[in-house]
């Protein structure tokens, strides 16, 4: 994992309130529009003076500078780095019942991992995990994006993607691509067990080395004129038909 930066920037509303939530010890200080008056920034600023936050009132111009988005909502934090796991092992070693893992071969921009991290909260993935030398890192936009899911969900850099899915193999973790020219679907599948659900890059899908390392390519079924989705779309409808799954199996 890369070393940690001293201090991170957040912006909005869900990533700062998660982070109050998870490390308030973290939070050196928060930036906020005192020209806002509405319910929405009475209840975060009682959230945050709740957890021992310093409040520093700002304009709209600071706000921009520090967050370095319009999008801030009026909201941007000073935060120290939290150290996320260590490695894959030890967030692997932790789960209870089989793994779900997301892989992300080559995705680069800030908005679909921020996505990706959201759905793969959402639907309970255990890790994100991508390659160091073809990917984003976390940033402000990504924790934007994420909504909070940047401080839950554990996000992986790799040196070598090759070499960790055989090893995920090596926890006997199936490990499946999304190819368009694969033959089964996604749905043909069982992924109910220990599953690894990779997926390629915006536009030029999973490296040839990638998709060569993986036990099974399958398909998303495409109706209409468009031949592709967005990953986080893609992440979204592979982690919720492993979920749908899991659940159906618990039910009985």
């Not at 912006?11 to 928060?30: N, Y």
């Not at 988005?69 to 941007?76: A, E, L, M, T, Y």
């Not at 402000?140 to 070598?160: F, R």
């Not at 495409?222 to 659940?247: D, I």
């Amino acid at each position: 994992m890369n070393a940690p930066s001293k201090t991170q920037i957040l912006f909005g509303f869900h990533a700062v309130t998660v982070r109050l939530k998870t490390a308030p010890e973290s939070v050196q200080e928060i930036h906020f529009d005192g020209t806002r008056k509405d319910q929405r920034m009475r209840t975060f600023l009682d959230k945050a003076q709740a957890a021992g936050a310093k409040l520093v009132e700002s304009d709209d111009d600071r706000l921009q500078k520090l967050g370095g988005s319009h999008r801030h909502q009026g909201v941007v934090a000073r935060v120290k780095a939290v150290a996320q796991s260590h490695s894959l092992d030890e967030v692997l070693d932790d789960v209870e019942g089989p793994p779900l893992v997301l892989v992300l071969d080559g995705v680069t921009d800030p908005h679909n991992l921020g996505a990706c991290l959201r759905v793969a909260d959402g639907a309970g993935a255990h890790a994100v995990v991508a390659p160091k030398d073809h990917s984003v890192g976390l940033n402000a936009t990504v924790a934007k994006v994420a909504s909070g899911a940047a401080e839950t969900v554990p996000y992986l850099m790799i040196t070598n993607l090759a070499r960790t899915l055989n090893e995920l193999k090596e926890r006997d973790i199936w490990v499946i691509g999304t190819s368009d020219q694969a033959e089964k679907t996604l749905y043909d599948l069982d992924l109910t067990g220990p599953v690894a659900l990779v997926l390629g890059a915006e536009g030029d899908g999973m490296r040839q080395l990638t998709a060569k390392t993986c036990d099974e390519l399958v398909r998303i079924p495409m109706q209409g004129a468009v031949e592709s989705l967005n990953v986080s779309v893609a992440a979204g409808v592979s982690l919720y038909e492993a979920l749908r799954q899991r659940q159906a199996k618990a039910k009985g």
